[in-house]
Structure formats: structure tokens, C-alpha cells
């Protein structure tokens, strides 16, 4: 019988992955969608590098950064009594990582489509920076929120190069389910790893098909989100 405990891992995997970087990606393309610094364009090319680094020259530098003779893993040797290479923990911090322009980019595309007009209609009806954000932006955007969550989840399930060089491959730790495929496939267990190949293309699909889907009812921002402020 299949173990699927690589499959419950990366879920749990994709899942923190994505709530950390709804957290940090939302104020980074918030920033980069308003701001009219000279630093947009080098931090939108920061945030873009995972995007054309070969995920094992992401992991490399990744596993020297986060090994315990450096100052940050040291750190976290010292806070946690424990690696981050090798660790659950650091295949979060590379999957934040490596994740980071999906959560980033569909985010920046949204809040750049909202304009100043309502922005400014807010503004005028007193609302304070937070409330516009949360009762103008963030419905006007729902599409672009629902695009950036999907595909980070996504994207951080079909991880392989990053997760194999900062994780390695420790059963109930670090082997997820891309990590388990590639072990059948090298071990000549080809039917489980079509079975958890399969699982992964059926699951991407439906997802993609949900987004899709609702990007295309929603024709249009949402027209009631202003009322929503004053």
C-alpha cells in the first residue's frame, strides 16, 4: 500500500507556505503597485529571481545560507535547538522563497488595476489607509487574491530542487510527495509513482479550473465594495 504521509507533509507544506506569503507578499506588491521609488524596479527583479534561477542553484545558495555555521542558521541553532537545513522549518523558509513571485506578482497586477478613483472616494469620506485597504482594495482585487493564493499553493506542492537540496529526502520530515515520486521512479516502483503523478496533475487542474473559472464570473471589480466605506 502507498504511504501518503509525503502527500499530508507537503499539503501541510503548501499550506503554511501560502499563509506566511499572503502575509508578507500583500505589503510587498502593495508597494510595488503605488510606490514611484528608484528601488521598484531592482526589488520587482528580486522578487521575480526564483522565477529564472534553476531551483537547484536557488537550493545551493539556500542550504549554505540556512547551514549551521552561518549567522543565520547559528541563529536559529541557537533560538531552536535545531537545523534549518534538513528541517520542516527550512523547507518553509525555501518554499517562502521560491514561492514568493507567485504570491507577488498576480498581487502587484491586481492592485495596479484599481486606479486612484477609489482610492481617492475613500479618502474623501474620511476612511483611514487600513479601512481602504480591507473594504475597497482587497474586494476590488478577490480575483487577483484567489489567483496569487492558487497558484503559491500549487507551485509550492510541485516543488523538487529547492525541497531536495535544503531538505533532502527524511521520511515524515522532509520527503514530500515530489521527493516520493522521484524515489519510485529510481527504486523502478513506476505504479506508485504514477498514482501520485497522476494525483498531483488531476489536483492542479481542478484548482486552476476553480480559478479560471471564477476570474471569469467575475466580470468586472466588485461594484459594492465602496459602500462598504464611510
Not at 499539503?11 to 521598484?40: D, E, M, Q, Y
Not at 478613483?117 to 476612511?127: D, F, G, I, M
Amino acid at each position: 500500500m502507498i504511504d501518503l504521509t509525503p502527500l499530508w507533509l507537503t499539503l501541510h507544506l503548501a499550506f503554511v507556505t501560502t499563509v506566511i506569503l499572503l502575509g508578507l507578499g500583500t505589503p510587498i506588491a502593495w508597494w510595488l503597485a503605488r510606490t514611484r521609488s528608484p528601488l521598484k524596479v531592482p526589488i520587482e527583479a528580486l522578487t521575480a529571481l526564483p522565477l529564472v534561477l534553476p531551483p537547484t542553484v536557488l537550493g545551493f545558495y539556500l542550504l549554505i545560507l540556512m547551514s549551521p555555521s552561518s549567522t543565520l542558521g547559528s541563529f536559529w541553532v541557537s533560538i531552536t535547538g535545531e537545523a534549518l537545513t534538513f528541517s520542516f522549518s527550512g523547507l518553509v523558509v525555501a518554499s517562502v522563497i521560491y514561492s514568493l513571485p507567485f504570491m507577488v506578482q498576480p498581487l502587484a497586477r491586481a492592485f495596479e488595476s484599481v486606479g486612484h478613483e477609489p482610492l481617492e472616494a475613500a479618502a474623501s469620506l474620511r476612511a483611514s489607509p487600513l479601512d481602504t485597504f480591507f473594504s475597497v482594495v482587497v474586494p476590488l482585487c478577490s480575483r487577483g487574491f484567489l489567483s496569487a493564493i492558487v497558484l503559491t499553493f500549487v507551485h509550492t506542492i510541485g516543488e523538487f530542487g529547492v525541497v531536495l537540496m535544503v531538505g533532502g529526502n527524511i521520511p515524515g520530515q522532509t520527503k514530500v510527495i515530489s521527493i516520493a515520486i522521484y524515489e519510485h521512479v529510481e527504486t523502478l516502483r513506476y505504479d506508485d509513482a504514477h498514482l501520485l503523478s497522476l494525483g498531483l496533475v488531476l489536483f492542479a487542474f481542478v484548482a486552476l479550473l476553480i480559478t479560471y473559472g471564477f476570474n471569469r464570473r467575475s466580470n468586472g471589480p466588485n461594484r459594492g465594495a465602496s459602500r462598504h466605506v464611510g
